[in-house]
């Protein structure tokens, strides 16, 4: 029993550093800031997630931990036609929840406006009124707009993924469906304490990506590769700041989902803002990836321009080639040799005393040039600021850019 007193203090100490950040952490960060060996902490978040205190989310190999609200009475609709699947997503959501079922969509939108459930888990293909058109119904009616709907369908993925996050759905998952993911997003939609979750651009950001760099570059057969929305702003400027963000989160779904279903779990994708993305992992593996999500982004484009002007009549394949201010993916590798080599430049410095910024450097944080150096790409600046806790945070972005810009 004498271990008992300590056990939930340090049960206490690990969700009290989830709570300290409202947009998660990571479990690399966790057991850094805490100072415990990985096995100690996997045991204790395994504790509390029993509990019901924290639940984690899972890219890759990125597992992001949240903090969640206690006794929160949240209501649950099931849009569904096959029975046995609108029973298969009951059975996944877990206890906890008022949970209605719903079979075609005629009767969904009658239990909407009078169940007015939280959270909406929405199948497409419905008889009578189909479930883009209730995604598209709830989000623009203003007393059911922040209704949280989760897409999950087997439909055409890209091209009907565009439409339902067009229409304000907050996330799309494939049939067939892994029930732990359906459950974890759940729990973290309805019960995350603070700020409203954004799965598809809450994506380690230039925080929990300084914790990687270490990890990263200590890893034989790992390649770092960066993606950007080329022409993401004139889009914007064009056809309006949420029409882009929709582009942004579309981006982020299949990055993720790519991932995902790498078998090593090695990688992770990282979201930088203005439209830039980092995704590492395994060599091939993210070369891989960028370029499956380039493909299915260039095969969607057509269909995301339609209604907004010429190339609704193909003018582009008349001329031969593509309006300059067409968006596309551009993606490159960032050199770990270069990475490698200038991180070991950096470490012989400091045990050699050197100071290369006119000032004290501390352990574990990179001057501005100095980061510059060892994970810009050819087309990437690097920019550097401080948390609030003194720790380093890393932003890349297109030469040009303003460095203290923030996330679209």
């Known amino acids: 029993m004498g271990d008992v007193p300590g056990a939930v203090r340090l049960e206490a100490r690990v969700l009290q550093a989830i709570e300290n950040h409202d947009d998660g952490i990571n479990e690399g960060e ?200 080329k022409n993401l702003e004139e889009y914007g400027q064009e056809y309006g700041e949420e029409d882009a963000k929709t582009i942004v989160r579309l981006v982020s779904q299949l990055l993720q989902d790519k991932v995902s279903e790498w078998d090593s779990r090695r990688g992770f994708v990282g979201y930088l803002g203005e439209g830039e993305f980092v995704v590492a992992g395994g060599r091939n593996e993210a070369s891989m990836v960028v370029n499956d999500v380039a493909r299915e982004f260039d095969a969607v484009l057509n269909f995301i321009y339609q209604g907004k002007g010429l190339i609704d009549f193909g003018l582009e394949d008349v001329f031969g080639n593509k309006p300059q201010n067409r968006m596309h993916i551009e993606h490159s590798l960032v050199p770990l040799d270069r990475i490698r080599s200038k991180r070991e430049e950096i470490i012989g410095q400091r045990a050699a005393g050197v100071r290369t910024g006119g000032g004290k450097e501390e352990p574990g944080a990179y001057t501005y040039e100095q980061l510059r150096e060892l994970i810009g790409g050819s087309n990437m600046e690097v920019a550097i600021t401080r948390g609030p806790e003194g720790e380093m945070r890393v932003k890349l972005a297109p030469k040009g850019k303003e460095k203290n810009e923030g996330k679209k």
């Open 30 to 229: 966790l057991a850094g800031k805490l100072g415990l060996q990985r096995e100690e902490l996997a045991g204790v978040l395994n504790n509390l997630k029993k509990y019901g205190a924290i639940e984690s989310r899972v890219v890759g190999n990125s597992v992001t931990w949240y903090s969640l609200q206690f006794n929160a009475h949240k209501k649950v609709l099931i849009v569904e036609d096959d029975p046995n699947i609108n029973n298969l997503v009951k059975v996944s959501l877990g206890g906890g929840y008022s949970i209605r079922q719903a079979h075609e969509g005629r009767d969904a939108m009658k239990q909407i406006l009078e169940f007015r459930p939280d959270l909406i888990v929405l199948d497409l293909m419905l008889p009578g009124i189909d479930g883009l058109e209730i995604c598209r119904t709830v989000k623009k009616d203003p007393e059911l707009k922040n209704t949280i709907i989760i897409i999950v369908s087997a439909t055409d993925a890209v091209k009907n993924r565009f439409k339902g996050l067009k229409y304000g759905a907050d996330y799309y998952i494939k049939k067939p469906f892994e029930p732990k993911q359906l459950r974890s997003l759940t729990s973290i939609f309805l019960r995350k304490k603070g700020k409203r979750f954004d799965p598809l651009v809450d994506l380690p950001d230039e925080r929990r990506l300084s914790a990687e760099i270490d990890r990263v570059v200590s890893t034989e057969d790992f390649e770092v590769t960066n993606l950007h929305l």
